[in-house]
């Protein structure tokens, strides 16, 4: 059993309230649970505006696996937000 985690920080500069922002988390988060089977939270961050740190784990039988969906995740992410991945850590337990 492999468990993979992933630590993804996005830099959305239009937003310019704990408001806005909470709308775009949760829009994310909601869309990237109901595509993949994989749990995700915002982790950090939580009081600055413009910068979004989400945390997404998952378990799968092989590292290759684990692997390929974390690709499908953060591509995912990547096309359904206007924001700009600035960091991204990758980690296989």
């Known amino acids: 059993m492999i468990i993979g ?4 920080e996005i830099y959305v500069p239009w937003v310019h309230s ?3 922002k909470r709308m775009v988390v949760k ?3 909601a869309k990237v649970r109901n595509k993949f089977n994989v749990s995700i ?9 413009q910068r979004i740190v989400l945390g997404i784990a998952l378990v799968a039988g092989e590292a290759s696996l ?3 969906i ?9 096309g359904s937000t206007e924001g700009e991945i600035i960091n991204i850590e990758r ?3």
Do not use: G, P, W, Y
Request: overall charge negative; hydrophobic content about 40%.
């Open 27 to 29: 829009s994310v988060c």
């Open 18 to 20: 704990l408001k806005e």
């Open 70 to 78: 974390m690709d499908h995740v953060l591509n995912f992410i990547e």
């Open 5 to 8: 985690v992933i630590r993804v």
């Open 41 to 49: 939270a915002e982790t950090d961050e939580q009081d600055i505006h």
């Open 91 to 93: 980690e296989f337990r």
């Open 66 to 68: 684990a692997d390929s």
